[in-house]
T-cell receptor, first 108, second 116 residues
Framework: DAKTTQPPSMDCAEGRAANLPCNHS???????VYWYRQIHSQGPQYIIH???NNETNEMASLIITEDRKSSTLILPHATLRDTAVYYC?????????FGTGTSLTVIP | GAVVSQHPSRVICKSGTSVKIECRSL??????MFWYRQFPKQSLMLMAT?????????EQGVEKDKFLINHASLTLSTLTVTSAHPEDSSFYIC????????????FGQGTRLTVV
């Protein structure tokens, strides 16, 4: 079962930073937090993952709270192509259990 | 990057027939693959874990005799929907880990199954 909760939807202005929150209060010490996104009728696309430290790559930044009970995905300069459903997932063993995700709409 | 390919991308079949969906890892070996289904406006639901050379492990509530999974090689897993019914119409997605670069799971592009 999914161990994450996310807001169902968010809007973001084009060019602005999109901050997507995720709660994972029951996460265990060795379980990673992953973020994927899914554009309509396509397979999910990997964005970023982390364990304890904040992470950054060419797509996004991941901020994990010190107690690891929540995290935030940051898309620094949202574009229209970032409109998608974003899934925050806690990796349990080697299996991904998807929660309901956040539908992000980037507005021109 | 690593690529997972599914075939077909879309399929329409008649009730009572069987449909096979293929999932291939194109540039890496995948000892484990996963099958998901997704209904419209819903999230992905894990159906089963497919292990190369052994029986698949099904999630609770998924009928193993209806959704046959075969993982005969390190690059190919197949899902067969047997005796399909309209309620089996869904978006089916596979994913796979790489053995050497175990940082992310790669997902196929999905298969849209419509049973008429």
């Amino acid at each position: 079962d999914a161990k994450t909760t996310q807001p169902p939807s968010m809007d973001c202005a084009e060019g602005r930073a999109a901050n997507l929150p995720c709660n994972h209060s029951t996460i265990s010490g060795n379980e990673y937090v992953y973020w994927y996104r899914q554009i309509h009728s396509q397979g999910p696309q990997y964005i970023i993952h982390g364990l304890k430290n904040n992470e950054t790559n060419e797509m996004a930044s991941l901020i994990i709270t010190e107690d690891r009970k929540s995290s935030t995905l940051i898309l620094p300069h949202a574009t229209l192509r970032d409109t998608a459903v974003y899934y925050c997932i806690v990796l349990v063993g080697n299996q991904f259990y998807f929660g309901t995700g956040t539908s992000l709409t980037v507005i021109p | 990057g690593a690529v997972v390919s599914q075939h077909p991308s879309r399929v329409i079949c008649k009730s009572g027939t069987s449909v096979k969906i293929e999932c291939r890892s194109l540039d890496f070996q995948a000892t484990t693959m996963f099958w998901y289904r997704q209904f419209p406006k819903q999230s992905l639901m894990l159906m089963a874990t497919s292990n190369e050379g052994s029986k698949a492990t099904y999630e609770q509530g998924v009928e193993k005799d209806k959704f046959l999974i075969n993982h005969a090689s390190l690059t190919l897993s197949t899902l067969t929907v047997t005796s399909a019914h309209p309620e089996d119409s869904s978006f089916y997605i596979c994913s796979a880990w790489t053995v050497l670069r175990r940082t992310e799971a790669f997902f196929g592009q999905g298969t849209r199954l419509t049973v008429v």
